[in-house]
């Protein structure tokens, strides 16, 4: 059995305390074996914690990992805008190979900021499943359907695709990666396709995983159309009938908040996208204190412009807190939790606590920066304090992700020089 010792520094515990104490994790098990005081525990390898915090892994709950091949192509512009001009007219032009070289770069970010799991919404799901499989992560992915702007045989064969493909990558990369099925929104699908396939989803006991009420253009064509809001229209056509986060949820009345708690379908909010295309501030503190779960996202990078998830919680806070008028809403042990446990549960994995027999998906932050000095209050610095660069080491699955921020699972820089020569090459394409 090969074990590895995290030494000589604090641990964040589910309760949000934090102790001095060594964590050993097994790396045949990919589990937390203990949490111990200082000296305690011996491993085969060991990690150096010291003047070091280790907490969870952070899990961004809603991505599309391989547009950081659109970062900084597509900004200052509202949501549908900025898809149908910028956005998805590139998108047309790019091949696997782009999304594979997308998504490396995107895991490459998200390693070296402390994330050990994403759940992403995306085509050539296979190009992303192999990325997230090289990099020793945890996702949960499926391949997004828009039947707007098709014909009726490509529309099917986009929904046949996203069961198709929750259906093959379920349990890859030795159960790391779980699928979600996964219609783009609710207005770029329509009603029938939603009718027939959303019950095979369901039967086939798929998770599902769509945009929902993201900005208010979003919310009228379906209360006008219909005559209830869009949420309602989700859970007529069966949408949260089994396991179901929805991405956004801004624009949610209260009538929707409570259809959230009672179905127990979860929101991955994801405040800088929120912002930057100016789509709404989502009622979090609203959401939380009905008894939703609400996880954090960064949304892919063409809309944030980055991956890291401490902007994002430090976004959620300020944000949440805009939203309530209130300056206690949505505090830092909240975003912090929303950031690991709650993410871990809308993704169902046994991540996001460090706890024996937890998985050992772990970031180590080192402490030693003015910018965190003094220490009054680590969970404030992990909210709003600390940046992704702090992170020293990322352990994913008892695996060793980043040591001394070093990423050992790919050739960084090869990724890099990759990924820029085909975004470079891709917008020729697209401007031609
Ligand atoms: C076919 S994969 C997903 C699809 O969604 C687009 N997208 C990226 N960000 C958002 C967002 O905030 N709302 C709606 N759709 C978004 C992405 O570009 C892909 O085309
Ligand atoms: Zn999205």
């Known amino acids: ?30 589990e937390i074996v203990a949490v111990d005081e200082p000296g305690a525990l011996d491993g085969d390898d060991e990690l150096d914690a010291e003047s070091g915090l280790v907490i969870p892994g952070l899990v961004n709950a809603h991505t599309h990992v391989a547009m950081t091949m659109l970062r900084g192509l597509a900004d200052d512009k509202p949501l549908d805008a900025w898809l149908r001009e910028d956005v998805w007219p590139v998108e047309a032009e790019l091949t696997p190979e ?67 493909v929750a259906k093959r990558l379920d349990g890859a990369a030795d159960g790391r990666i779980k699928t979600t099925f996964q219609p783009h929104s609710l207005t770029t699908v329509g009603e029938g396709y939603l009718r027939e396939f ?41 949408l949260l009938d089994g396991d179901a986060y929805v991405a956004h949820g801004v624009h949610v009345d209260e009538s929707e908040i409570d259809l959230l708690a009672e179905t127990d379908t979860g929101v991955a909010h994801c405040p800088a996208s929120n912002m930057k295309l100016a789509s709404g501030m989502a009622p979090v503190q609203d959401l939380l204190d009905a008894g939703v779960t609400v996880g954090i996202g960064t949304d892919g990078a063409a809309s944030n412009n980055d991956l890291d998830m401490f902007d994002e919680m430090r976004d959620a806070a300020m944000l949440g807190k805009l939203a309530a008028d209130d300056a206690s809403a949505v505090d830092a042990g909240t975003v912090v939790e929303m950031a690991t446990a709650n993410g871990a549960d809308l993704l169902g994995f046994d991540s996001g606590r460090i706890e024996a027999g937890a998985n050992a998906d772990l970031a180590v932050i080192d402490l030693d920066a003015p910018h965190l000095t003094p220490a009054h209050d680590l969970v404030s610095h992990l909210a709003y304090a600390v940046r992704g660069s702090d992170v020293r080491h990322t ?21 890099r020089e990759r990924a820029a020569e085909r975004a470079a090459a891709l917008v020729e394409r697209a401007e031609d």
């Open 1 to 30: 059995m090969t074990e590895l010792l995290l030494t000589g520094g604090r641990v964040l515990r589910p309760d949000l305390t934090v102790e001095r104490a060594d964590v050993l994790v097994s790396q045949d098990s990919g």
């Open 98 to 164: 782009d999304i594979r070289a997308g998504a490396e770069l995107g895991l490459v970010e998200m390693i070296r900021s402390g994330t050990t799991a994403l759940s992403d919404m995306y085509f050539e799901v296979e190009e992303i499943a192999e990325a997230v499989d090289q990099a020793g992560m945890r996702a949960v992915l499926g391949f997004t359907a828009v039947t707007v702007g098709k014909d009726e045989e490509g529309a099917r064969a986009d929904l046949q695709e996203s069961l198709d």
């Open 198 to 238: 959303v019950p095979e989803a369901f039967d086939a006991g798929l998770s599902m995983h769509f945009h929902a009420n993201e900005t208010r253009d979003e919310v009228t064509p379906i209360l006008d159309e219909r005559g209830v809001r869009p949420l309602a229209y989700a859970e007529e056509v069966g």
């Open 395 to 415: 352990v994913c699955d008892g695996e060793v992700l980043m040591r001394d921020r070093t990423v050992e699972v790919f050739d960084e820089a090869a990724v």
